[in-house]
């Protein structure tokens, strides 16, 4: 076998996103055991970052090892008793794919469904509990199929009552936009390490409230998965440190870096900078004369969907912007398949150069095949200029607020 060499990719599709460097180099460092005292503080550290990023204080905050589905089974699992009614929230394909778990976790699953692309209001949330009552209530923060960032707010009040759990899949988002955990009482959230944490793919990041512990103490039940099975996972990852399975070590050290990134960018910084790339993106698409699958209220910033114009083959496109530039963009998903494409702006990869080169990119190649486009780039580079304006404005009113006293 020959050495493998990785060509270089600008990775912007619905992930994984690009790792930063310092992370890669963090996860070359040697091995330590999984009951090492040196990995057990990393351990900790990696806890007290997905803390800050989640918004929580819960002692049952920690990386599960496996993807971001791993941690999808986990909420499942431990949260569903066979023949509990489970109400889950499906406008997307990550959606149907909660309910199919839950179903399996002997949930009797109700399916609230809203056209993909919209987003789920208060109300109907209301109408759909007062009917099945469920114990647990599903939904997806940033649907990576579509595009949409669901409001969690407005579903938060309706769901934050005593009887129901409350799971969120925040996969797309954690780390990307603002997610308030603790303020929100959300009982049971879970993400991927490979989104906008921008580490490699391996870890789900999950964290449970009071209510979701007691409900884990109460079950009458085990947990059917018992690689998944939190009862004695939290032992492992609290005081006590019974082994389970072996930690994947190297991740762990990944995390550690790029939650220390985080804690360094800080987190208002790190939205403003998701939301900033996500504008500019969109205005240059719709400059080119693009148009973007979602309403401009509903719009995620990690992950943009924008319709293939008419009579132009998806993925001829995505194969020219891989093959010339070393961009990763990728298609729909399911009913969306040919009519979409997805364009990830996550964690390491939602950056200015990544949103111009991959404009200016589309505009050659739609060029090229007979869709004349143009000015992308320039109107993206309006918002970019825009926002150092405005920030420019905003540091001289508060100078002039606060004058500084000397003396
Ligand atoms: C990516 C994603 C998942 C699945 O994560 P894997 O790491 O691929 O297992 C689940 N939910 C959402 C919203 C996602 O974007």
Redesign the pocket.
Known sequence: MKEFNVPFRILMG??PSNVDPRVLRAMSQTMLSHLDPVFIRVMDDVQDGLRQVFRTRSPITLPISG????G?EAAMVNMIEPGDTVLVCTAGY?AD?MAEIAERAGGRVQRLEAPWGRVFEADQVRKAVDRHRPKVVAF?H???STGVSQPIEPLAEVLNRDDIITIM?C??SLAGEPIDVEGNGLDFVYS?S??CLSCP?GLAPITLSEKAIRRLSTRTAPVQSWYLDLAMLRKYWSEVRVYHHTAPISLNYALREALRIIEEETLPRLYARHRLNHEALVRGLEAMGLQMFVGKEARAWTVNTVKVPEGIDDQTVRTALLERHGIEIVGGLGALKGQVWRIGLMGYSSNRNNVLLLLGALEEILTELGCPSADGVQAASRVYREAELADSGRVSAFSEEKPVRVG
């Open positions: 619905p992930g993807t971001g589905t791993a999808m990550f794919r997806v940033v649907e990576t899949d996969v797309a991927g490979q989104k793919p």
